[in-house]
């Protein structure tokens, strides 16, 4: 079976991890190259007519927030003022990568032992995804996990000490593509958007 390269661009570490991890739950072949990262939305909407232009020769995989936009269709078309190449795979997490880590409902639940139903059978319509998943983590009996997620008492951090670091070890370990897409459309077209991916060399 001949690789699927690809290369990612995200906004930070979890967006990352995320996407890795449905990329190797698609169960296909992708090859992971460069992954440009840790500059935040703004410097991936600058630099994504480059990725799409670059796209022609090396696969891309793209990822963002939707945060305060309206809808990602819109969002798509401010971004990207030429046609997308089919090389390119821009998905847009509603309204923020933590919901797709909390559309694994059962999962989150049980990696913060509390109760499932705290967790919205919807979760792309949470309005603020990370500070929902910081008032869960609230309510865990895990000391070590509101250690890690929850900032500090008097703190100006918006997220705990190792925040990314739990996070990430969950979406490794216990998270599920298959699973968590029941509770989120943007999920569900991401995955459904990599599973049916085939990079095409036309120019």
């Known amino acids: 079976m001949t690789d699927i390269p690809i290369n990612l661009a995200v906004e930070?570490?979890?967006?990352?991890?995320?996407l890795k991890e449905i990329l190797k739950q698609s169960q296909r072949p992708f090859s992971i190259g460069t992954?440009?990262?840790?500059?935040?939305?703004?410097?991936?909407?600058?630099?994504?007519?480059?990725?799409?232009?670059?796209?022609?020769g090396s696969p891309y995989l793209v990822l963002t927030d939707l945060d305060k936009n309206e809808c990602p269709l819109a969002l798509i078309a401010e971004w990207l003022s030429h046609p997308k190449h089919p090389n390119l795979i821009f998905?847009?997490?509603?309204?923020?990568?933590?919901?797709?880590?909390?559309?694994?409902?059962?999962?989150?639940?049980?990696?913060?032992?509390?109760?499932?139903d705290l967790i919205p059978d919807d979760v792309d319509s949470i309005p603020e995804p990370k500070q929902l998943l910081i008032e869960l983590t609230k309510k865990s009996k895990k000391r070590y996990l509101r250690d890690a997620i929850v900032p500090a008492k008097n703190s100006t951090a918006k997220i705990g000490k190792?925040?990314?670091?739990?996070?990430?070890?969950?979406?490794?370990?216990?998270?599920?593509?298959?699973?968590?897409?029941?509770?989120?459309?943007?999920?569900e077209r991401a995955v459904n958007a990599i599973v049916h991916f085939e990079p095409t060399w036309k120019t």
Not at 92 to 111: D, G, I, K
Request: glycine fraction near 6%; charge should be positive; charged fraction near 20%.
């Open 12 to 18: 930070d570490d979890l967006s990352e991890a995320v």
């Open 35 to 56: 992954c440009l990262k840790h500059r935040g939305y703004g410097y991936l909407k600058k630099i994504l007519p480059g990725i799409n232009h670059a796209a022609k």
């Open 91 to 116: 998905r847009v997490a509603v309204t923020e990568v933590e919901a797709w880590l909390l559309a694994h409902r059962e999962a989150f639940a049980q990696f913060l032992g509390i109760s499932v």
């Open 162 to 187: 190792d925040y990314n670091g739990q996070l990430i070890q969950f979406i490794n370990q216990n998270w599920r593509s298959e699973m968590a897409k029941t509770h989120s459309r943007s999920l």
